[in-house]
């Protein structure tokens, strides 16, 4: 199982950038996702998780900026940001809970990371 994160770059300030992270091979079915952010210098922090269900999470920092979604058909998660700051440059990683077929417990996924760069 491998999850692809994808749409990092170099973005101005104000404006936006949608990331995705699709997740590839041997999956009965895809638990709780997220989307982790880490700065240069600072501590990884989950920025926005999504359910099964659909009931999501988000950083009081990006609350009304940042929109998580997910299509199980396509095993993908995604993460639409608008209204980008400086401070939302970082290296930001997809996070997935994959159930495997035949396992009775999710396994834990990390995306390799997308850098998003935001010009003041």
């Known amino acids: 199982v491998q999850l692809q994160a994808s749409g990092g770059g170099l973005v101005q300030a104000g404006g936006s950038r949608r990331l995705s992270c699709a997740a590839s091979g041997s999956i009965s079915r895809i638990g709780a996702m997220g989307w982790y952010r880490q700065a240069p210098g600072k501590q990884r922090e989950l920025v926005a998780a999504?359910?099964?269900?659909?009931?999501?999470y988000y950083l009081d920092s990006v609350k009304g900026r940042f929109t998580i979604s997910r299509d199980d058909t396509k095993n993908t998660l995604y993460l639409q940001m608008n209204s980008l700051k400086f401070e939302d440059t970082a290296v930001y990683y997809c996070?997935?809970?994959?159930?495997?077929?035949?396992?009775?417990?999710?396994?834990?996924?990390w995306g390799q990371g997308t850098l998003v760069t935001v010009s003041s």
């Open positions: 996070n997935a809970e994959i159930y495997r077929p035949g396992g009775q417990l999710p396994d834990d996924y």
């Open positions: 999504i359910t099964s269900r659909n009931g999501t």
